[in-house]
């Protein structure tokens, strides 16, 4: 399990801009918390004093303070100062590519016969469809990249073959055919094999899915999208299936008001006001509280599958209590996961942003390697994370020379060298 934190500031403007000035949460913290947070921040003691005091004559309010490379510094409700501890921290300046560089690992994992998952979480508005799927400026994200890797370094012989669908509390809806569906495995299935068939096939899934503004966000994504793309080889069945998912966003219906026009026409208000809503109005609220209902119950059952994992290997894991974690029974299982946590620096949005990170912390603590269908591709997975380790990812994964001369151990030399061929013909480089 890899866990990343991406923080982001949302686009000014609109309802997303009218829900930033509300004021956030206030929350209590001791001093002597406020100025060990300040001292990690690089400021003195007598000035961490300082700063904490008039902090607390400010009135204090839950905030992202700041974050380094693997850390985020935090108030937290109820909890005080905190800091998070996660596998890497990417800020605003952060690019796609730096994304998709901490979730290639899940990629590569699924070419040696793991199952694998990427997914987005975070509140409404925090930039998971973004990090998922768009491809602003030329630079797609990680789905369009994760697909397009497994379609060029699949090994001859093998096909990777996708399914596109959303989950909307217990529906399941075929993004490829627009039908209803009982099981993923009714959908459409599209083989991929190259990129134009990437882009095509996200494209038209992309047209179908639910999509609605709300005060936190002007496209919020309504419903859970999921691609299942399945290596399949031509003697021997399905290899290995990675599962990339963009959750919906968890939200509160106080700061969303998607419930603010639930009021039938000639209804009465707790103000004494006649309702000036239209029928039309009247059921496209009610849509949208649905929706955001369906939404949290799916990503609960997500935190319950985890917290089951966390706390017993052989106690059951609910994955059947929704769609959602039936789809990320396998992955989940395998440990090989890549979670993107996407929170926003705005202090009216710090509260959501902070259970963000708590479910976060908890899912870095899901360690542990899967079994490989066959058992060969744990083992070399193993192997290839070992040469990472002594000669570097990022120059294993481009494939850019071999790993230095390890003094008095040629036997080493050799082995590794043959283990670094292997990595380069899983990847399509030899």
């Known amino acids: 399990m890899r866990c990343v934190v991406r923080v982001l500031r949302r686009p000014g403007g609109g309802a997303a801009a009218a829900a930033a000035d509300r004021p956030p949460p206030e ?3 001791p001093l002597h918390q406020r100025v060990a947070l300040l001292r990690r921040r690089g400021l003195s003691a007598a000035d961490a004093k300082a700063k904490a005091v008039a902090m607390k004559k400010g009135g204090l309010r839950a905030t992202i303070c700041g974050h380094d490379d693997a850390r985020v510094h935090a108030l937290a409700p109820y909890v005080g100062a905190k800091t998070y501890d996660f596998d890497r921290v990417l800020g605003a300046a952060a690019t796609q590519e730096d994304v998709w560089k901490l979730a290639f690992p899940v990629v590569h994992d699924a070419l040696n016969g793991r199952d694998g998952c990427v997914f987005a979480y975070g509140q409404s508005g925090s930039g998971k469809t973004h990090t ?3 491809a602003a400026g030329g630079h797609p994200g990680l ?6 890797e497994l ?9 990777v073959v996708a399914t596109y669908v959303e989950v909307f509390g217990d529906d399941l809806t075929d993004l490829l055919s627009g039908a209803r569906i009982r099981s993923e495995r009714r959908a459409q299935t599209a083989r991929l094999a190259g990129a134009a068939a990437v882009d095509a096939f996200l494209a038209e899934g992309a047209a179908r899915k639910r999509a609605a503004a709300t005060m936190l966000n002007l496209r919020s994504t309504r419903a859970h999208a999921v691609v299942s793309a399945r290596l399949v080889r031509d003697d021997d069945g399905v290899v290995s299936t990675l599962v990339l998912v963009d959750l919906g966003g968890s939200e509160r219906v106080e700061r969303s008001k998607v419930n603010e026009n ?6 009465v208000a707790s103000n004494n006001v006649e309702s000036r809503n239209t029928w039309k109005d009247y059921y496209a609220a009610r849509g949208r509280l649905q929706e955001t209902t369906r939404i949290n119950l799916g990503l609960l059952a997500l935190k319950r599958c985890v917290t089951a994992l966390l706390e017993d290997a052989a106690a059951r894991v609910p994955f059947m209590d929704s769609k959602l974690t039936q789809l990320l029974e396998k992955p989940l299982s395998s440990r090989s996961v890549c979670a993107v946590i996407c929170v926003g620096r705005e202090d009216a949005h710090a509260a959501e942003s902070i259970e963000s990170l708590n479910f976060g912390e908890g899912l870095r603590r899901l360690r542990g390697d899967g079994e ?4 060969a591709g744990a083992a070399i997975s193993a192997a290839l994370r070992a040469i990472d380790a002594r000669g570097g990812a990022p120059a294993a994964h481009r494939g850019e020379g071999a790993l230095g001369v390890i003094v008095g151990a040629e036997a080493e030399n050799r082995e590794l060298e043959a283990l670094l061929d292997q990595r380069r013909a899983l990847l399509g480089e030899s």
């Open 372 to 375: 490989a269908r066959g058992g």
């Open 143 to 148: 789905v369009a990249r994760a697909l397009g």
């Open 132 to 134: 998922m799927f768009d």
């Open 151 to 159: 379609v060029d370094a699949a090994p001859r012989g093998w096909a």
């Open 262 to 267: 639930l009021l039938a026409p000639g209804g």
């Open 27 to 29: 929350v209590t913290v």
